[in-house]
């Protein structure tokens, strides 16, 4: 008699099994597959997560396409670049598409470049095609208070932009070329990616923001919606009537909260900013 129950907890068991195995195979046939999620947010500082993120969702077979939301000023140059490199490689293989929020500017618009598809709001803040490099001087406050620094260095230019003293004209010629190489790689790829010519950039590429609106008419984005019809056209892209989306767990860093200002505040670095 035990034995028939165990048969017969077996077969319910197994039962249960095929049914819910069919019931996915009929919901995967019906909503068409996953959409991957990336969120960019506030000032980018480091790529890493979002790199990773966007890696890992490309190579997953379960994710049909990716959906790139951006809401950020923009941040550091390398940063930028970097998440841009990884969206690129992310498009060679799926539909990426883009999801403007408040402000996707500088930064947050060179990453968002490669998307198969950009989608603003119509008063989405974005364009700011630009480079900056900025830090504070103390020389003068710490004359006052009579504190004096001294540099010993192996060359002429090893200091540069150093916060104890002032810098020469030839100091600010020289970081200037550095700004301009970079302003350059941001209207290339903007021309590139965008395909227009290099002047049509260059119209707006003098640091100016753009509404949703605007950028749309300026060619800078393909469309416009919100995050809702982001995912309803990425969905199309492949072919998902009822997308299931998919979030990378977050990612915080206790000691990042506490540095990352003091370095942000004291290191001169080229970013993609809005301000």
């Known amino acids: 008699m035990k034995t028939i129950h165990i048969v017969i907890i077996v077969i319910v068991a ?11 195979g009929m919901k995967s046939m019906s ?18 997560h979002v790199v990773r993120d966007l890696k890992k969702f490309g190579e997953d077979p379960s994710i049909k396409a990716v959906l790139i939301r951006v809401d950020s000023p923009g941040g550091g140059v390398a940063a930028s670049q ?5 969206v690129k490689k992310v498009k060679a293989k799926k539909k990426v598409v883009v999801s403007m929020g ?26 700011s095609i630009g480079v900056i490099m900025e830090f504070p001087v103390f020389k003068d406050l710490l004359d006052k208070i009579g504190i004096e620094f001294e540099v010993i260095k192996s060359r002429e230019h090893k200091d540069i932009g150093s916060p104890f003293r002032k810098m020469s004209k030839k100091e600010k010629g020289l970081l200037r070329d550095v700004v301009m190489d970079v302003y350059e790689q941001f209207v290339e790829a903007t021309a590139q990616a965008r395909d227009l010519s290099k002047d049509s950039v260059l119209k707006f590429a003098d640091g100016r923001i753009l509404t949703g609106c605007q950028a749309k008419e300026a060619g800078l ?19 998902i009537k ?22 942000r505040l004291l290191m001169p670095k080229l970013s993609f900013l809005w301000r």
Do not use: R
Request: net charge negative; no cysteine.
């Open 14 to 24: 197994a039962a249960i099994i095929i049914g819910l195995a069919i019931g996915f």
């Open 31 to 48: 909503y068409g597959g996953n959409i991957g999620v990336v969120e960019i947010e506030n000032v980018i500082t480091s790529s890493k």
């Open 82 to 86: 970097e998440i841009y490199e990884q």
């Open 102 to 127: 408040a402000v996707a500017a500088s930064g947050g618009y060179y990453v968002s470049l490669p998307a198969d598809i950009i989608v603003a709001n119509p008063g989405t803040i974005t364009g």
């Open 221 to 239: 984005v393909d469309t416009l919606g919100s995050f809702e019809d982001a995912v309803e056209i990425t969905g199309d892209l492949v072919g």
């Open 242 to 263: 009822k997308p299931l989306l998919v979030y990378p767990p977050k990612h915080m860093s206790f000691i990042d909260f506490f540095t990352e200002p003091v370095e």
